[in-house]
């Protein structure tokens, strides 16, 4: 014998029955017992019509909607020639609700005689399509309960009995049978709680110990997340009993919790399959799992609350946590997950949402003497929660997987508000915000599933540097691929317009959709984008060079974000912004990068940080850190004027957006002020001493081309000045230093000699002298400008932002 149980999404139309009428005579010879669900979303409408009738209201359009439907299934059932003989009475249900309206009250077993209508309807239309081969089986004829009309418990030694009796007295290849229903000890009919027909298939599948319980719905299994939400969740192929008990309690709404221990009971095997799919093979549920996977699935329960029961009177009395859990009981009220503190003081478990005020007034009941006297604290609520759990049987001794889930946790900022394990290390389960069980499942399905960490970019400034970016990003995402990251473009604005794009921005089209936008950057925006696609690592790239946006460093870190930065306007404000946007990452776990800052894509920072972090100190520093001033004293001295050399240099994209940035030496000092600020000097931009090349009292309050236009007037002055440090077999280059603590930046003639003669070009040159590095110092050495390099840097920082 084989039970078979269909769902109603299995049985929504007369598409759906005509399906599962074939795939259940594709039981090739097979006897088979099944299980039906009432069709989609009717057992909704019946629900909907015993309340309304209860609060003593006009239903009749609810009625007339219930009628249509069911009499249209029919209808069509009949047109096939098959007489539906089994109609359960609409008047009978017609007259209930027609009372429980007068008395403005639904008893539960009338209530339990309503919401069962439904599977009587698709059990009906059922057998009249198998014809001859299928009985109609009553389960209040199979199914005995105990405990109230609804939400009743199976009484397996009685149904045995029952089942072997009817089944005996009715031979037949295909019994029908609805599910959902069962009958007391008194004859009347009761109901198994919702989607309770999982629980009916499971229970006829025991006592008849069948070959296999299968399951139909429609899904091709069990997931090892919510596919609805987790696109790149997999189906699980095969589970232990335990295991698929710990994923139905706590959340996995393929499968009923109550379905698996009849089936345990008896050993017989649980299949769940694709009623749209049927020759995928489903998730087998059985004894014989056998699978190396440590863990299988991750599951989530939502809306619940925390109540923590503490004060001096639990400590060390025995029976405290007896009476707690004994008076919750009592109300019917279920604990979903007990934790308790490891000085007895407190102990805190979860509740459904819907349970808290049942549960609240069960305690203050239960301790209302022990209130009174101080040794209870008033009960502590915390509301909106969720659970979020790891199932697997091979987690058991196997060391670092918590370690792995609550690291995951701490990725998505997910705060962990209690933990518990089982003793068989099959679950474990966290309590956290139920705001971020999304985000705490994607992540955690990320981290020991499909081990392709997502890094979610949005792109501050589209420039030079940003639109390189893009290109690099685009080039590198098969090389990305292929290393298991996935890298999104979620986001990209420029100073007027900010494009979203949950699907992730398409390379190619991204400016014309920019421009298509109506509003600008907003950092609420980002955030609430975030939220909603539920993005684990989002990156603000700024690729701009605004203080506006630098100023919002502090706040995008405090918010969740990683920055990575180009721009050097954060870096080099206040002292005290620089350090307070270091604890802010810390504070927040999140990277603030910025090693294009000095030498572009040189690995600059970077090694200083490292060394600092090493225990060396800067005894001093040399160098040439612009690249836009490397290359202009170069081509000046094979005979350019600074304003063409500007001009090319402009065009190189080696200068600043406004290129007074580079020739007031602002820029270069800046670049100093970063490594001095790293080295550990407490210093700001005004105790940097600049000599300019061009100062900025040079046409003040232009634009960049009226300055540029202006420029050919500094020409000559500029040409006289090469002139002079040639005449002495010199050139010049504009060199920053650090020596003694003094920063300072400006032009220097150096002869053939000199370390800094042959930089030129673009190139940067950095020699710093440490206490590990003299007397000959480390020397850093390369194209310190442009946006392939620039940008280059900025992706190796955004790929920075996974590492832990
Ligand atoms: N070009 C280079 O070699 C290097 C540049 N950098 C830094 O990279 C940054 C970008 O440089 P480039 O691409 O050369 O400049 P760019 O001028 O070509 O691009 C900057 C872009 O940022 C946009 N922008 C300005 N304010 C904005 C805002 N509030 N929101 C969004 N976008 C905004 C501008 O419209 C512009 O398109 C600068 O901070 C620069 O100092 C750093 C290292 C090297
Ligand atoms: N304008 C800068 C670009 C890099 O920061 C330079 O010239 O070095």
Redesign the pocket.
Known sequence: MRVLKFGGSSLADFDCLKRVKQLIESQAGEQALVVLSAPGGMTDQLVELAKLAEQGVDYSVQWQALLNRADSLKREVEQLDSVVAHWPSFAELSDKLAGVKLLKHCPEQVNAFVISFGERVSVALMVAMLGQRATYLEATQCIETQGGHLDAEVNLVASELRFSEVLKSQPADFYIMPGFTGVNNQSELTTLGRNGSDYSAAVAAACLKAEVCQIWTDVDGVYNADPRFIKKASKVDSLSYKEAMELSYFGAKVLHPKTILPCAKVGVPCEIKNTHNPDVPGSVISNECQSDETVKAISSLENLAMLTVSGPGMKGKVGMAARVFSALANDNVSIVLITQSSCEFSISFCVHEEDLNLALSALEQAFELESQAGLIEPVQVQRELAIVTLVGDNMKAHKGLAAKFFDSLAQAQVNIVAIAQDSTESAISAVVDGALCNDAVKVCHENFFTHVPSIDVFL?????????LVKQLEKQQDWLAQRNVKLNLYGV????K?LLDANGIEFGAWQDQLEQQTS??ELAKVEQFVRENHLINPVLV?????Q??ADQYYDFLDAGFHVV?????ANTGSFKYYQSLKSAAQKRQRKFLYE??V???LPVLDNLQLLFGAGDELLSFNGILS??LSYMFGVLEDGLSLSEATAKAKAN??????PR?DLSGT?VA?KLLIIARESGLELELSDIEVEAVVPESFAPGTSVDEFMAKLPELDAPFADKIQSAASEGKVLRYVGSIENGKCKVGIEAVDKQHALYDIRDGENALAILSQYYQPRPFVIRGY????E??SA??FADILKTQSR
């Open positions: 501050l400034g589209c420039g030079l540097v940003g639109q390189e604005a420029n100073s007027r900010l600008g950057f700024d690729c701009s060079s605004s506006q946006l930065a180009a721009n050097k306007k294009t800052n030498g572009a894509g690249g836009s994209g080696f200068t600043e957006p406004d940035d820029d800046r310190g400008a442009g946006a390099v620039t840097g900025v």
